[in-house]
């Protein structure tokens, strides 16, 4: 499984971005998938995933903000962040375990500005 992460960039408070994590190897569908980001000297924290069967669970700070969902014909997991706020600046990565293994993509840093 090769899980590749896209999407980061600038943007104000207040401001979107979609994270999309594309999977190969693989079929998306099929996996449960999660966000976490980083900031410099701390422990990668979840964000957000979704399993096999479509359910969702997210990190206090992104319920009402951040969606996860599936995009089967795109073979990705999309992160929509809204009204995101300048402690949203990080690393992102995407994450997925698939018989014991864990496999991360490379990250995709969000920078938010207020």
């Known amino acids: 499984v090769q899980l590749q992460a896209s999407g980061g960039g600038s943007v104000q408070a207040g401001g979107s971005l979609t994270l999309s994590c594309a999977a190969s190897?693989?079929?998306?569908?099929?996996?449960?998938i999660a966000w976490y980001r980083q900031v410099p000297g701390k422990r990668r924290a979840p964000v957000a995933s979704i399993n096999s069967v479509d359910s969702t669970a997210y990190a206090d700070s992104a319920k009402g903000r951040f969606t996860i969902s599936r995009d089967n014909a795109k073979n990705t997991v999309d992160l929509q962040m809204n009204s995101l706020k300048p402690e949203d600046t990080a690393v992102y990565y995407c994450?997925?375990?698939?018989?014991?293994?864990?496999?991360w993509g490379k990250g995709t840093l969000v920078t938010v500005s207020s």
């Open positions: 190897g693989s079929t998306a569908s099929k996996l449960t």
């Open positions: 994450e997925s375990r698939v018989d014991g293994t864990e496999y």
